[in-house]
């Protein structure tokens, strides 16, 4: 149990649908991270929220939007996904100014798109 | 940019021995944090081990030690006495100091290690 918990685990959606992946993070952190995992390839940040706002977005399509209401919870928006999309999404936070300053992950929403 | 290197894609222990899993890194800061994280079955990334470059003293935590060498750039993960439970996916991370650009964890492509009975 790492106190950071990702609903739903799994998820099937058309290429037209809209779903929306939550993060809830119980450690009292003050950042947020959205990872993509795909098969054969390292770990890919797309979002990172420290204080909830966005500080980075590594350049990925409109078609995935973060929201970041508080400390505690993080939302990732999908619409008009892709196949190529699929993959494991995985959640983090950390406390920035702490001294490792280590990320927590929650278990991660496996994502199909068909 | 920061690289993490991992260039065993695949390992294979019995259990009860030691294997290591190696990593190296590229960077030009002197301070920064390095990790060993682990991904079973179950994708749950689960954190081994964590070393903070200043210190020269490597890391131990329970069976998992780490050889971190600075000069050459190297932090391998060493597991003593593995067990069944220790088969996953093992990932060599490194993290900037806080101050340059908070948390931006730069992954390597991670060993899948088996551990046969």
């Known amino acids: 149990e790492t106190g950071v918990t990702q609903t739903p685990r799994h998820l099937v959606m058309g290429m037209t649908n809209k779903k929306s992946l939550k993060c809830e993070q119980h450690l009292g952190h003050n950042a947020m991270y959205w990872y993509k995992q795909s098969a054969k390839k390292p770990l890919e940040l797309m979002f990172v929220?420290?204080?909830?706002?966005?500080?980075e977005n590594n350049s990925v399509p409109s078609r995935f939007s973060p929201e970041c209401p508080n400390s505690s919870h993080l939302f990732l928006h999908l619409h008009t996904l892709q196949p190529e999309d699929s993959a494991l999404y995985l959640c983090a936070s950390s406390q920035e100014d702490s001294s490792y300053n280590e990320q927590f992950f929650g278990p991660g929403t496996r994502l199909t798109v068909l | 940019a920061q690289t993490v290197t991992q260039s065993q894609p695949e390992m294979s222990v019995q259990e009860a021995e030691t294997v290591t899993l190696s990593c190296t890194y590229d960077t030009s800061e002197s301070d920064y944090y390095l990790f060993w994280y682990k991904q079973p079955p179950s994708r749950q990334m689960i954190l081994v081990i964590r070393q903070e470059a200043y210190k020269q003293q490597n890391a131990t935590e329970n069976r998992f030690s780490v050889n971190f060498q600075k000069a050459a750039k190297s932090f391998s993960l060493k597991i003593s006495d593995s067990q069944l439970g220790d088969a996953a996916m093992y990932f060599c991370?490194?993290?900037?100091?806080?101050?340059?650009?908070?948390?931006?964890?730069?992954f390597g492509e991670g060993t899948q290690l088996t551990v046969n009975p």
């Open positions: 991370a490194y993290n900037p100091p806080w101050e340059t650009s908070g948390s931006r964890l730069t």
């Open positions: 929220y420290s204080l909830e706002e966005r500080v």
